[in-house]
């Protein structure tokens, strides 16, 4: 996705400028943006469709904020209502107060990640201090036992001797007994993969549910999940009343929309996500960098892991301090664009920043080339010190006198300078989104800025 | 096997997600954009719309075109995001609309009716377009990949297949290439012995390429037909682990020319949107040559492969049924199309 949704807002949105109050009429068409946005982060259509009546009904009759273009007022509604819907805010810790041993049941379809995420959770749980004791009642699943074993192992945890042949109900029960004996104040069960529609399995189910009483029923999903994750997720629900959620894999490039399907149907909140195999990549669910993510409003988090390993530390705190102070000018610019092209494929560091979508877009065709950033470094080379500290003098005749320098055109060097100062405004939105926005993401984590 | 397999997918046609009980109507509010937070209303009232039974494509589009004189451009914007919704990629369902909107221009749609066979037909054309079933005639011994995401069903389909292709008289040999999922290899040693072929191990944690080497001599040796290369679960978005991938490959193809004959994509029909970046990147680093699409004995009917198959023009060969030995299938586009459509 090269054109983030603020983007393409913003071009639907260029049209009504100057008209002040989002209408009915014109503000049709950007909905059908934000509905494909969701669709194709793989919201299910029915939540999509309240979704988006809900945003509608907000955004008409409201006045165009000063400091936002309209394309990004419909953003920052949808983002707040996504927010709310996803429970930001909200309590979404586990709750395990209750008379240990505390019984903790994974529950979701097979391959959703169960297992893996036992491990992490019982890794997770050893370091709050309390004392996790892994159940394996996964008989079906080929392995899927010494597969906790070998975690177990790993983790130096204990885990409770299953053995294939026997039923899971009874591994359940006699584990319990096992774990109160033996001082354990957590015990995590995990269950074999099932579909939801299959009602032995889904029965066996219910079944360890009243052995074991457990505080937490985790529902674990896959975040690759496509428009069935409201079914499936219903299906365990209505069985297990589930508590939580856990999306798993999100490391890779899904969108995860499957996660807003779920709260939507079960109300559950998302407890906490898997971020790779690893057994410490398991983090606490926060709905704003989620809803981030599915609204292309910039990947912070990747953004700043990329620019980390390229990007050089002194360049990135002169840069923090100028942003702070709103100087942001086209000796930066260049600077940026240096920065980008050591960090390796544009296209995908676009897709992460706010705007940047759109620039290079103008720049030519969808890729920008080398060749291409060379002119811009050419026209920007071209400009006297002064100039490039504040492009608000460059007049006519010095824009011509630039494209000369640099062999380019006086139209090349417009073009540059628009695009700039949209680059500076969306740096100031970035910087007046405040705490509530991106800058809270970026500056919580106590790096280094770096909105380019 | 036919009928067989008419069975399975009138099964998979009727098998509809049964409708919950309603919610309490206590909680419902009026959500009428007012300063009232009309949070609860707005969950119960999507819980509810949700709670409804599965909709499959027919039946969306019937609602569409309910009460239409006649279909039109509209129509067909409004078409186009049912497709998507079907799990069936964008760039795909852009595609299918354009293609109709010119069928339509020559007058060809005139009522619902006409709009719905003339979609499975172009849904089927381009799932049969790149459709062939695997031969593994050409080598020997026939190598076949088989890589993916994390718990797609990779294991199991190639336990899945090592029995079919034992049941049908072949020497099979197995490849525990995962060494980094924790009884990654138990798995696999257990799937060989359900099926009576031989797996070539190594301890957890060792290198995946000498693995294969081992396993590349052995079915030399052992004159065998067919090897099988089970690999870890892999995220296609990480370098490293493309990377350790495609190191296996160039070690298959160094010991046996021309092998891997077969690299086999395991995609979740569950998998939304995403799998079309799975296919694009695996594709890029392996040259994917054929699809399996597993879990279809699930609710999710996998209109992603539709996608799949015509944008990266691979063809799907086999579907997972099941988590049984023998819950393995042959792709039929006819019945796939059928089945996305109920
Ligand atoms: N219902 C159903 N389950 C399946 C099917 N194929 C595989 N599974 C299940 O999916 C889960 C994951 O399967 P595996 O074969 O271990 O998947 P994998 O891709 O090898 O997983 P990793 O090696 O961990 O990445 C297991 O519980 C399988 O039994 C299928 O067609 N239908
Ligand atoms: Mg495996």
């Known amino acids: 996705m090269f054109d983030s949704l603020s983007d393409k807002l913003d071009l639907i949105f260029k049209k009504l400028r100057g008209q002040g109050v989002m209408t009915e009429e014109n503000i049709k068409e950007a909905l059908r943006e934000v509905r494909l946005v969701l669709l194709e982060a793989d919201v299910n259509f029915k939540v999509v469709k309240d979704f988006v009546e809900r945003v509608r009904v907000r955004a008409i009759g409201s006045q165009v904020l000063q400091s936002l273009t309209p394309g990004q007022q419909v953003i920052k509604i949808v983002h707040d209502e996504m927010v709310a819907l996803m429970g930001g805010g909200e309590d979404n810790s586990l709750d395990l107060s209750a008379k240990p041993p505390v019984s903790i049941m994974m529950v979701g379809l097979q391959g959703s990640g169960k297992t893996t995420t036992c491990g992490k959770l019982a890794r997770y749980l050893k370091k709050e201090r309390r004392r996790p004791i892994l159940v394996p009642a996964d008989v079906y699943r080929p392995a899927a036992i010494e597969q906790l074993k070998t975690l177990g192992r790993q983790l130096s945890l204990e885990v409770f001797d299953s053995k294939a042949d026997q039923d899971p109900v009874d591994i359940c029960r006699e584990a319990l007994k096992y774990a109160e004996l033996s001082g354990f104040d957590t015990v995590i069960f995990d269950t074999a993969g099932r579909l939801q529609i299959d009602e032995y399995l889904m029965n066996e189910l219910v079944r360890i549910k009243e052995e074991v009483q457990p505080r937490e029923i985790l529902f674990v999903a896959d975040a690759m999940t496509g428009q069935e994750a409201v079914n499936v997720a219903t299906g365990f629900n209505e069985r297990l009343e589930v508590t939580g959620v856990v999306l798993t894999k999100l490391d890779g490039d899904a969108k995860g929309g499957a996660a807003l399907s779920i709260k939507a149907v079960t109300g559950k909140p998302v407890k906490f996500v898997g971020l790779g195999e690893k057994m410490d990549a398991l983090e606490v669910f926060h709905a704003d960098r989620l809803v981030s993510r599915i609204l292309g409003m910039g990947d912070v988090l990747t953004l700043i892991e990329k620019a980390q390993s390229t990007f050089d530390a002194d360049e990135a705190t002169r840069l923090q301090q100028k942003l702070k102070k709103s100087q942001f000018d086209l000796e930066d610019f260049k600077n940026q664009l240096q920065q980008l092209k050591k960090m390796g494929s544009l296209e995908s560091i676009m897709g992460m920043i706010p705007g940047m979508g759109k620039m290079m877009k103008q720049m030519q065709g969808n890729q920008p080339s080398e060749k291409e950033l060379k002119r811009i470094e050419a026209i920007i080379d071209s400009m006297t010190r002064k100039e490039r500290a504040d492009s608000s003098v460059i007049n006519g005749s010095r824009r011509l006198r630039i494209a000369k320098g640099s062999g380019t055109s006086v139209q090349e060097v417009n073009q540059l300078l628009k695009r700039f100062t949209e680059a500076q405004r969306v740096i100031k939105q970035l910087q007046k989104l405040g705490p509530k926005g991106l800058m809270k993401g970026m500056g919580g984590m106590g790096k280094g800025i770096f909105p380019f | ?342």
Not at chain 2, 25 to 37: I, L, N, R, S
Not at chain 2, 83 to 92: E, F, Q, R
Not at chain 2, 290 to 299: H, N, P, Q
């Open chain 2, 1 to 342: 096997m036919t009928e067989e397999k008419k069975g399975f997918f009138r099964g998979l046609m009727n098998k509809i997600t049964g409708a919950g009980e309603p919610p309490s109507a206590a909680q419902v509010g009026e959500a009428d954009g007012g300063e009232a937070p009309a949070r609860p209303g707005f969950f119960e009232r999507l819980k509810r719309g949700l709670a409804k039974t599965h909709e499959g494509l027919i039946g969306r589009i019937d609602t569409l075109v309910l009460g239409k004189k006649q279909i039109d451009a509209d129509t067909l914007e409004e078409l186009e995001e049912i497709l998507i919704t079907a799990d069936i990629g964008v760039a795909t369902a852009v595609e299918l609309i354009r293609t109709l909107e010119q069928r339509l221009k020559r007058d060809e749609l005139r009522d619902g009716e006409a709009l719905k066979s003339a979609l499975k037909e172009e849904i089927l054309v381009r799932l049969s377009r790149h459709a062939a079933s695997l031969d593994t005639v050409g080598a020997s011994p026939f190598v076949i990949m088989v890589i993916g995401v994390n718990g797609v069903g990779k294991t199991t389909t190639i336990g899945k297949l090592a029995s079919k292709f034992a049941a049908s008289g072949k020497k099979v040999l197995l490849a525990a290439g995962d060494t980094f999922r924790a009884a990654a290899a138990e798995q696999l040693e257990i799937w060989g012995k359900r099926a009576g072929v031989d797996v070539i191990r190594h301890q957890e944690g060792a290198d995946p390429s000498a693995v294969v080497f081992d396993a590349c001599k052995a079915s030399l040796a052992r004159n065998c037909d067919i090897l099988i290369v089970d690999t870890a679960g892999r995220m296609h978005t990480k370098v490293n682990l493309m990377e350790e991938m495609k190191k296996i490959r160039r070690i298959v193809g160094r010991e046996i020319p021309g092998a891997p004959h077969e690299t086999l994509l395991v995609l979740d029909a569950a998998t939304g949107q995403n799998a079309v970046s799975q296919a694009k990147l695996f594709k890029e680093a392996a040259d994917v040559t054929g699809i399996a699409l597993t879990k279809l004995d699930g609710t999710a009917k996998g209109g992603i492969v539709v996608a799949i198959s015509n944008e990266f023009k691979i063809p799907v060969r086999y579907i997972g049924v099941g988590e049984g030995v023998d819950d393995l299938r042959e792709f039929d586009p006819d019945q796939f199309v059928e089945a996305l459509f109920q």
